[in-house]
């Protein structure tokens, strides 16, 4: 079984940085696309950042230019480095990831980590 474990989180002034880390770890085959979702109150789960074990990107409207998305594979662990932080990026980001095995498929989520920015 795969556990995504969230890290970076925390408390940030408007137009501040921080950096998201996300590992995966258990009995892993081959993790293909990594990815970052957020859900602020009141409003459903939304796509961040995703990217390819072939490095392939791609990125919300609303965070396009601001944040970058990378990844680790020899350490199974994505990353999204988020500059120029705005009020409405505060929601609890989620880390995603798809396994492939050899006779599977398997999605897995992590608990989130909390991004606040605030002044």
């Known amino acids: 079984q795969v556990q995504l474990v969230e890290s970076g989180g925390g408390l940030v002034q408007p137009g501040g940085s921080l950096r998201l880390s996300c590992a995966a770890s258990?009995?892993?085959?081959?993790?293909?696309?990594m990815g970052w979702y957020r859900q602020a109150p009141g409003k459903q789960r939304e796509l961040v950042a995703t990217?390819?074990?072939?490095?392939?990107?791609n990125y919300a409207d609303s965070v396009k230019g601001r944040f970058t998305i990378s990844r680790d594979n020899a350490k199974n662990t994505v990353y999204l480095q988020m500059n120029s932080l705005k009020p409405e990026d505060t929601a609890v980001y989620y880390c995603?990831?798809?396994?492939?095995?050899?006779?599977?498929?398997?999605?897995?989520w992590g608990q989130g980590t909390q991004v606040t920015v605030s002044s």
């Open positions: 995603n990831a798809d396994e492939v095995g050899v006779y599977y498929y398997r999605n897995y």
């Open positions: 990217i390819t074990s072939g490095g392939s990107t």
């Open positions: 258990g009995s892993i085959f081959s993790i293909n696309a």
